[in-house]
């Protein structure tokens, strides 16, 4: 599937299940382990898990498999790997805890002035 349509999709299976704060974040320069970065809160462990379940499902019903999956058990952060795109599900405490917006923004700029 192309880059620009998976996006589209895993961020429309977010926007499905009323995730909140749905960012996409390009890191094509900087790491080769993905594309990007797509990074979306949900108010409980409950909505967490549904979150990520509904970008399994989605990506799965357009012949996306995913590589893999963390978290679901105690679903406070859930990464869904899609290869291109990697997918962040977390609780609203745990996202502003661990600020990857803000380390991958740096990290960015770091690239930028090298």
């Known amino acids: 599937m192309e880059i ?6 895993v961020t429309e299976a977010l926007d499905d299940v009323k995730g909140q704060d749905i960012e996409v974040i390009d890191v094509r320069d ?12 949900g108010t409980s462990s409950r909505q967490v898990r549904a979150l ?16 893999g ?7 406070e952060w859930v990464l869904v790997d899609l290869g291109d795109i990697i ?7 745990t996202r502003e805890f661990y600020q990857l917006e803000k380390l991958w923004s740096q990290t960015e700029d770091q690239d930028r002035q090298e």
């Open 4 to 9: 620009e349509k998976l996006k589209e999709l």
């Open 52 to 67: 990520a379940q509904n970008v399994v499902e989605e990506s799965k019903k357009n012949g996306v498999m995913p590589i």
């Open 69 to 75: 999956t963390e978290g679901e058990e105690k679903a």
């Open 30 to 41: 900087t790491t080769t382990i993905t594309d990007y970065m797509v990074i979306a809160s």
């Open 87 to 93: 997918v962040h599900v977390m609780q609203v405490a």
